[in-house]
C-alpha cells in the first residue's frame, strides 16, 4: 500500500524546455512534501519542498506546486538543461511524525 | 571530508556472516538515518536516531541492528541475512530532530550490499 506515488519511471525531455514531473499521495494527514534529486552513484539530495498551507514554491529553475484536493504534487524545471538528468524522488511527511515516505522514483533525461 | 561517509560502498556477505556498514557524518546534525533502498521499490526508513537515541525502528527484522555511539557514526551491524536483504542501504542526517525541518536530510553515497 504505497502511500506516495510516482506513476511515471521515466521521462524525456529536450534541453530547454519544462519538465514536469508528477507525484500523487493517499495520506490527508501529509502535510509537508519534498522533491530529492538522485544522481548514480550518489545519495539523493535536497531539491525543493513545500508545506500544506502554500500551493506554490519556486527556486530559481524548480517550482513545485500542491493541489491539496487532489492530493497531487508536481515539479517543474524550466528551462531543462542536461545537469537535470538524474532520478526524482518525491517525499512526504505528516504532523509530529519523522518518518519521510518517498515514492518510487522518476528518472528524468534532458536530450540536448 | 564533508557531508556523510558510508564505508564499505560495497559489500558482499554470504548468509552466515557477520558484518557491519559504517556511516559517519561530519555536519553537526543531531539525527541520523538508515534506509533501504530495493530494486524498483521506494526507499524505506528502517532506523531513526535523535541525539543518539533510538526513535524509531520500523518493524525491522533483528538481524539488522543498528547502533548509535555518538551523534557523527552510526553504525548497522548485519548477521545471518537473506539474499532479500540484497540492497542499497542509504545512510541520512538531519539538523533537526522534529517537524519540517527534520524532513530535509543529507544522504551518503550509500552502500550496496548483496547476499549471497
New interface residues.
Partial sequence: D?Q?KQNSPSLSVQEGRISILNCDYTNSMFD?F?W?KKYP??????LI?I?SIKDKNEDGRFTVFLNKSAKHLSLHIVPSQPGDSAVY?C?A?GK?A????????TRLTINP | ETGVTQTPRHLVMGMTNKKSLKCEQHLGHNAMYWYKQSAKKPLELMFVYSLEERVENNSVPSRFSPECPNSSHLFLHLHTLQPEDSALYLCASSQETQGPGANVLTFGAGSRLTVL
Fill in positions: 504505497q506516495v509537508y519534498l530529492y552513484a550518489e545519495g539523493p539530495t535536497f519542498s508545506s524522488f517525499a511527511s509530529g519523522q518518518k519521510l515516505v518517498f515514492g518510487q522514483g
